[in-house]
């Protein structure tokens, strides 16, 4: 029979800690770290100080250099660098790169995983990006030789990389069948992947609010329709140039711009004198308000917004996509006719001008085909199954905590390996002997974590 180590049947182990989960992201674009405190947030709404979270850029905050520049690298990879990320995705239909790769790579990051996992101590992992699960996985379940479960939240609508399936993993959710299709094509077991949605913030759960409120509260005008433009968390595409397209073409609407963490964007956005009243933001977090603001949403195809529009119903114009991950997004809305593809700003503006003077419904079909893709309970449905889990899964092997600070650690350390050194006594007065200190030595590391000093006799 498993032996289940130090946990009850409630959130809390049997110490009556709350049980830690530990969110695995990384910074390229704004959807991952969204995803995470979505998911963060529905864990702390339903189960309380039942459950800690902590999200962690594995990348960033844990890799030595230059890996843990990876994030930094996304923003010119998807733009200058186009070229080399298409490259990378060509990759696309086989399952054996991700496994070759993460098996070159794990060598340099050994150690400062195990490192991360040791001071997390976590009871449950989650990865929400697709270069986070074969490598840490790997770690956990031979390095550390612990059990805790591992689930893998995927937030790529439809074309995603075979890198975020990987079939040890306890449990695979995904926001859309056609991913769920596409887990299946690379080898995950079918009883292990889930369709449950897109996880997005609860405030989109909660309702978007009522369209004339919301433009009386942002300060907009109550009578012209609204266009929002988005590029992601990043501010990319050619936000500025479909911006100036429309202002030319619909004259009788408003715009609302947000360009994100791009701060040049939004310095050219402000200089500009437009010929229509125009609302220029930066990062915002009150993306729920602007869209039940609108009447219609001009982005590029990133999931984490084209989840939120279908869950405020607003019709989508896709005005860009980066290759790979994205393309199968512009396929999916077209496909449900929640909205149009136009790559070319005047394209885009000229859409904009037919839907709102359209005599016949165009608009109200088409939000209402997004509002049927919706899945706003999608992070609650995401947060029950991570408790399930948590509770549920009998884990033998949890991973043991580093205790103490580092300088204890190596005080201590430092100790033994003064003791075994003192080869001034006599050699017959010396007890325990050399053998002796050097096996005490070596038990000392290990519980201490000190590997790199295991074996340095
Ligand atoms: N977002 C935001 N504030 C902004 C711009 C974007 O909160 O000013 C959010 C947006 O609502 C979405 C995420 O950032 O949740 C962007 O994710 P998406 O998958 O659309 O694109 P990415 O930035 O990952 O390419």
Same mark, same amino acid.
């Given at each position: 029979?498993?032996?289940?180590?130090?946990?009850?049947?409630?959130?809390?182990?049997?110490?009556?800690?709350?049980?830690?989960?530990?969110?695995?992201? !990384?910074?390229?674009?704004?959807?991952?770290?969204?995803?995470?405190?979505?998911?963060?947030?529905?864990?702390?709404?339903?189960?309380?100080?039942?459950?800690?979270?902590?999200?962690?850029?594995?990348?960033?905050? &844990?890799?030595?250099?230059?890996?843990?520049?990876?994030?930094?690298?996304?923003?010119?990879?998807?733009?200058?660098?186009?070229?080399?990320?298409?490259?990378?995705?060509?990759?696309?239909?086989?399952?054996?790169?991700?496994?070759?790769?993460?098996?070159?790579?794990?060598?340099?990051?050994?150690? !400062?995983?195990?490192?991360?996992?040791?001071?997390?101590?976590?009871?449950?992992?989650?990865?929400?990006?697709?270069?986070?699960?074969?490598?840490?996985?790997?770690?956990?379940?031979?390095?550390?030789?612990?059990?805790?479960?591992?689930?893998?939240?995927?937030?790529?609508?439809?074309?995603?990389?075979?890198?975020?399936?990987?079939?040890?993993?306890? &449990?695979?959710?995904?926001?859309?069948?056609?991913?769920?299709?596409?887990?299946?094509?690379?080898?995950?077991?079918?009883?292990?992947?889930?369709?449950?949605?897109?996880?997005?913030?609860?405030?989109?759960?909660?309702?978007?609010?009522?369209?004339?409120?919301?433009?009386?509260?942002?300060?907009?005008?109550?009578?012209?329709?609204?266009?929002?433009?988005?590029?992601?968390?990043?501010?990319?595409?050619?936000?500025?140039?479909?911006?100036?397209?429309?202002?030319?073409?619909?004259?009788?609407?408003?715009?609302?711009?947000?360009?994100?963490?791009?701060?040049?964007?939004?310095?050219?956005?402000?200089?500009?004198?437009?010929?229509?009243?125009?609302?220029?933001?930066?990062?915002?977090?009150?993306?729920?308000?602007?869209?039940?603001?609108?009447?219609?949403?001009?982005?590029?195809?990133?999931?984490?917004?084209?989840?939120?529009?279908?869950?405020?119903?607003?019709?989508?114009?896709?005005?860009?996509?980066?290759?790979?991950?994205?393309?199968?997004?512009?396929?999916?809305?077209?496909?449900?006719?929640?909205?149009?593809?136009?790559?070319?700003?005047?394209?885009?503006?000229?859409?904009?001008?037919?839907?709102?003077? !359209?005599?016949?419904?165009?608009?109200?079909?088409?939000?209402?085909?997004?509002?049927?893709?919706?899945?706003?309970?999608?992070?609650?449905?995401?947060?029950?199954?991570?408790?399930?889990?948590?509770?549920?899964?009998?884990?033998?092997?949890?991973?043991?905590?580093?205790?103490?600070?580092?300088?204890?650690?190596?005080?201590?350390?430092?100790?033994?390996?003064?003791?075994?050194?003192?080869?001034?006594?006599?050699?017959?007065?010396?007890?325990?002997?050399?053998?002796?200190?050097?096996?005490?030595?070596?038990?000392? !590391?290990?519980?201490?974590?000190?590997?790199?000093?295991?074996?340095?006799?």
């Amino acid at each position: 029979m498993t032996n289940v180590v130090g946990r009850s049947s409630g959130g809390k182990d049997v110490s009556g800690m709350p049980k830690k989960i530990l969110i695995l992201m !990384s910074d390229t674009g704004g959807g991952h770290r969204a995803s995470a405190e979505a998911i963060s947030e529905a864990i702390a709404h339903l189960y309380g100080d039942e459950i800690t979270v902590r999200i962690v850029d594995a990348w960033k905050d &844990y890799s030595p250099w230059p890996l843990n520049r990876v994030g930094d690298t996304y923003p010119w990879l998807v733009s200058d660098g186009l070229w080399l990320w298409n490259t990378l995705w060509r990759t696309d239909d086989k399952t054996w790169p991700p496994t070759v790769i993460s098996r070159v790579i794990i060598p340099f990051v050994r150690r !400062s995983a195990v490192r991360m996992f040791r001071s997390e101590a976590p009871d449950l992992v989650v990865s929400v990006h697709p270069l986070i699960n074969h490598i840490p996985l790997r770690v956990l379940r031979k390095g550390l030789k612990t059990d805790i479960p591992y689930v893998t939240v995927v937030t790529d609508m439809v074309t995603a990389h075979p890198a975020w399936f990987c079939r040890e993993v306890d &449990y695979c959710l995904v926001p859309t069948e056609a991913a769920r299709q596409r887990a299946l094509r690379y080898g995950m077991p079918p009883e292990r992947v889930e369709v449950v949605g897109q996880p997005v913030g609860l405030k989109f759960a909660a309702g978007v609010g009522e369209k004339l409120y919301l433009r009386g509260k942002l300060g907009l005008d109550l009578d012209r329709p609204a266009v929002l433009i988005v590029g992601g968390g990043e501010g990319m595409g050619p936000v500025y140039e479909t911006a100036r397209a429309i202002a030319a073409e619909a004259s009788n609407a408003q715009l609302i711009v947000v360009a994100g963490r791009n701060a040049s964007l939004k310095q050219k956005l402000e200089e500009t004198a437009w010929e229509i009243p125009t609302h220029v933001y930066g990062f915002v977090t009150n993306m729920p308000e602007l869209m039940g603001a609108s009447d219609m949403l001009v982005t590029k195809a990133g999931p984490g917004t084209l989840s939120e529009a279908f869950i405020a119903g607003l019709p989508v114009i896709i005005s860009s996509f980066i290759p790979g991950q994205e393309e199968g997004n512009v396929r999916y809305v077209l496909e449900h006719q929640a909205g149009a593809y136009a790559p070319d700003p005047a394209e885009v503006a000229r859409l904009v001008g037919k839907w709102l003077h !359209s005599d016949d419904d165009t608009l109200g079909q088409m939000a209402a085909n997004a509002a049927a893709l919706a899945h706003p309970d999608a992070t609650l449905i995401i947060a029950r199954r991570l408790h399930h889990l948590l509770t549920e899964k009998q884990v033998a092997r949890p991973i043991t905590p580093r205790t103490g600070s580092r300088r204890a650690r190596v005080r201590i350390f430092s100790r033994a390996r003064t003791l075994s050194r003192a080869r001034t006594l006599p050699r017959a007065r010396t007890w325990p002997r050399a053998g002796t200190w050097r096996a005490l030595r070596r038990r000392l !590391s290990r519980r201490l974590g000190l590997r790199h000093f295991v074996g340095r006799s």
